[in-house]
């Protein structure tokens, strides 16, 4: 296995994962119609790895662009990131959500068809376990109802990518339930860069560290957890690409459909992080404590146990590690990537 097709190549989580396989031997094909991301970060991927990869500006729901990008490079497998991912949005538009993220998982599963690929990674998420009822979370836990369309359409593809595994025994489907990413390049050049004001706790904690937002709000601190803040399981960006490295090596054994949480293990409070942050970067984050915010859940984190048997693969980074990688690139890039 050795051309990778990343669609989303050029976000968050997709450009580490490039830059992971480009330092794995792999030659990735990107696909990206820069909604969420930048064009510039192709520049930076080069920078890091002295490679530039073939990126294509496509729509992953254009069938008709995406079967030329296949038709273009023998393709041996697929990692699937491209799609919308805001939780709050995805409750006022959810049309577009079902639209866009089933669609372009259908289109690539058709082109996959045609150009008889048998291998996909695809970037799920922890919020197809919908409300834990305890921690940690076991990948045989029961998927639950999403408790919005964005975790909606995770769980529908997964169930979209059984089905077609079942129907075809030879195809190789890695599930990866991502828990929560942050962190970024250890270079400086990649990380979150979110647009407008920032939804998750990191980017936000980024911005006010740099001065360009005024006061984190911590929403809730009467949460039945250490300190009353919420607890999520933090996992470095860089470990979570290599997790996709580990997973392709595994779909190399023919394993058929396999699903792995990838996380640290470890729960980390809201408060905690923030600290976590003051001290890796010397900074004073100022915050209030706001009202709950709807939706979320007191704890959240993984079993990772499962992925460190059959992928040979833990995160190895800790919080402050990300926290510091996070301010860095926050830092050489205040206005984000141009
Ligand atoms: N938080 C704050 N203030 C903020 C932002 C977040 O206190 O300004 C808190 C939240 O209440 C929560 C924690 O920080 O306790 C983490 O919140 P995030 O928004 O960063 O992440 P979530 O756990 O809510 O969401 C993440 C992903 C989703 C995914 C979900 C479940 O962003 O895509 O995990 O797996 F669906």
């Not at 109802?145 to 909606?152: D, F, V």
């Not at 339930?177 to 980024?206: A, K, M, W």
């Not at 601190?221 to 470990?239: E, L, N, S």
Request: hydrophobic share 40%; net charge negative; with cysteine.
């Amino acid at each position: 296995m050795k051309k990778v097709l990343v669609t989303g190549g050029l976000g968050f989580i997709g450009s580490e994962a490039v830059i992971c396989l480009i330092e794995n031997g792999y030659e990735p094909v990107i696909i990206d119609n820069l909604f969420n991301a930048k064009v510039a970060v192709l520049d930076r991927i080069e920078t890091i790895t002295h490679f530039r990869p073939k990126f294509y500006e496509v729509d992953a729901t254009d069938e008709e662009a995406t079967e030329k990008v296949f038709a273009e490079n023998e393709i041996d497998a697929v990692i699937h990131f491209a799609g919308y991912k805001a939780v709050g949005e995805s409750v006022e538009k959810p049309l577009e959500y079902y639209e866009n993220n089933l669609e372009s998982l259908i289109v690539i599963a058709k082109c996959m068809k045609r150009h008889n690929v048998k291998n996909i990674i695809f970037s799920s998420s922890a919020t197809v376990y919908g409300v834990p009822s305890r921690v940690p979370l076991y990948e045989s836990d029961p998927v639950a109802e999403a408790t919005n369309p964005y975790g909606e359409t995770k769980v529908m593809i997964e169930r979209i990518l059984k089905d077609l595994q079942k129907a075809d025994p030879t195809l190789n489907v890695g599930i990866l339930r991502y828990f929560n990413p942050i962190g970024g390049h250890p270079s400086g050049l990649l990380g979150e860069d979110p647009n407008g004001i920032p939804n998750n706790l990191l980017p936000y904690v980024s911005q006010v560290a740099i001065g360009k937002l005024k006061c984190l709000k911590i929403f809730g601190d009467d949460y039945p957890t250490v300190d009353g803040t919420g607890v999520r399981d933090y996992i470095h960006v860089v470990d979570l690409a290599e997790g996709h490295v580990a997973t392709l090596k595994k779909l190399e054994e023919n394993p058929g459909y396999v699903v792995y949480n990838l996380g640290t293990g470890k729960g980390t409070s809201v408060l905690e992080l923030v600290h976590a942050y003051e001290k890796a970067n010397g900074v004073k984050i100022p915050y209030v404590i706001a009202p709950r915010r709807a939706g979320d859940v007191a704890e959240n984190y993984a079993d990772c146990e499962k992925a460190a048997k059959e992928l040979h693969w833990r995160a190895k980074f800790t919080i402050e590690d990300a926290c510091r990688d996070a301010y860095n690139f926050q830092k050489n890039n205040p206005e984000g990537i141009k």
